[in-house]
């Protein structure tokens, strides 16, 4: 298999450094932004958007860690994975990396949203 050249000249120490670091800042701030609001959600809060429209949507404000939690999982599966595929597979090793921060980025995109929703 043919491998691009700007894919050979990626630093694979820098690329999971800089992925690590943004998933877990997404994290990190999804986290705050939860303990933050905690005494201003209401006793429901929109989060099962895959449900029919009405309270089978709604769920208690403590199932929204779930969503930092899932990021976290995220990251160390997708870390972990990347790890065995850094030196055989070089495309396979930049799709995980970077999927850690696009993720986490739109786990906490969806966090705000329910946060402004909701309060």
Same mark, same amino acid.
């Given at each position: 298999? &043919?491998?691009?050249?700007?894919? &050979?000249?990626? =630093?694979?120490?820098? /690329?999971? +450094? ?5 998933? !877990? ?7 705050? !932004?939860?303990? &933050? =609001? ?8 929109? %989060? ?15 199932? %929204?860690? %779930? ?5 976290? /999982? ?6 972990? +994975? ?9 495309? +396979?090793? +930049? ?11 739109? %786990? ?9 929703? /909701?309060?």
């Amino acid at each position: 298999m &043919k491998t691009w050249t700007f894919i &050979k000249s990626i =630093n694979p120490h820098l /690329a999971s +450094l800089t992925s690590l670091v943004a998933g !877990l800042f997404f994290v990190l701030l999804s986290a705050f !932004l939860i303990w &933050k =609001n905690t005494n201003n959600f209401p006793l429901a809060v929109p %989060l099962w958007f895959s449900k029919p429209w009405g309270e089978e949507r709604l769920a208690e404000p403590i199932l %929204l860690w %779930l969503l930092p939690l899932a990021s976290l /999982a995220t990251i160390i599966i997708n870390f972990s +994975l990347s790890r065995i595929f850094r030196e055989k597979e070089r495309v +396979l090793f +930049l799709l995980l990396i970077w999927s850690i921060p696009v993720v986490s980025g739109l %786990l906490f995109y969806t966090l705000l949203e329910i946060i402004f929703v /909701a309060t």
